[in-house]
């Protein structure tokens, strides 16, 4: 059974190569969406000029998701400005400007729905992760925010909090986090990382596509502004 409203929609999906973006990519395709994807190397999402380039592109978007996105830890201290820069370029910048870009056509259609990929951390704090945090924290407000300025026009926006969701960039980062923190993560594996998730597992990427596909349909016709937690239970805790 397919979800409603769907079919013969256009969607852009940024970070669609791998991971999560791929898995969306999937579902929307599998329910009759047409998806535009955004990722490096072709296009780098830093460069508001590179995504304004694109815009003629986006003038029939009915479904934007923001999903691409960088990370990097360290605490206040140990972050040099340059990297929280580059994060907020990424994760809340570049989300910002597609907003931007597809917008005007949503209202001139008056239909329209964005999807924001956030990280529990808009609802938790997380050690020696301030800068990324803090991006997907704004994240989170610019989806609640532009839900209000656009739900008189029928536009709906929305948000997925995912936590720890078994893609190579988690795989990465727990190895990171062994190296350059040992006293506070020296046990790397994967059992340690569960242990704190109170379903026992990661997520598979799929598990957020559906969350993706459901809020993007008509199916969540009565939902916007809602920053949807996808972690297992981890934010219940």
């Known amino acids: ?14 970070g669609h190569k791998g991971g999560i973006g791929a898995a969306i990519v999937a579902r929307l395709e599998a329910e009759g969406v047409k998806v535009i994807g955004l ?20 003038a029939e978007v009915d479904i934007l998701v923001n999903n691409a996105g960088a990370t990097a830890l360290g605490s206040v201290l140990d972050t040099p400005i340059e990297v929280l820069d580059n994060l907020f370029a990424i994760n809340v910048r570049a989300p910002f400007v597609l907003m931007k ?30 800068a990324y945090g803090l991006t997907k924290g704004a994240l989170a407000q610019l989806t609640r925010s532009a839900a209000l300025d656009w739900a008189p026009h029928n536009i709906r926006v929305n948000c997925i909090a995912p936590g720890s969701t078994d893609t190579a960039m988690l795989r990465q980062v727990t190895r990171d986090l062994a190296a350059q923190y040992p006293s506070l993560f020296g046990d790397a594996s994967e059992d340690f990382y569960k242990s704190s998730v109170p379903l026992g597992r990661f997520a598979k990427p799929e598990e957020i596509a559906w969350v993706v ?4 349909s008509d199916a969540a016709s009565f939902i916007t502004g809602a920053v949807i937690p996808v972690d297992g239970g981890g934010t219940a805790q």
């Open 1 to 14: 059974m397919s979800l409603p409203g769907l079919s013969n929609k256009t969607a852009v999906v940024t």
């Open 101 to 130: 870009t597809v917008l005007p056509g949503m209202i001139q259609r008056r239909h329209g729905s964005i999807v924001n990929i956030s990280s529990d951390q808009a609802f938790i704090g997380r050690r020696v992760s301030a």
């Open 213 to 216: 596909a459901f809020l993007a």
């Open 39 to 58: 990722d490096l190397p072709e296009i780098d999402l830093a460069n508001v000029a590179a995504i304004e380039e694109r815009a003629a592109d986006f």
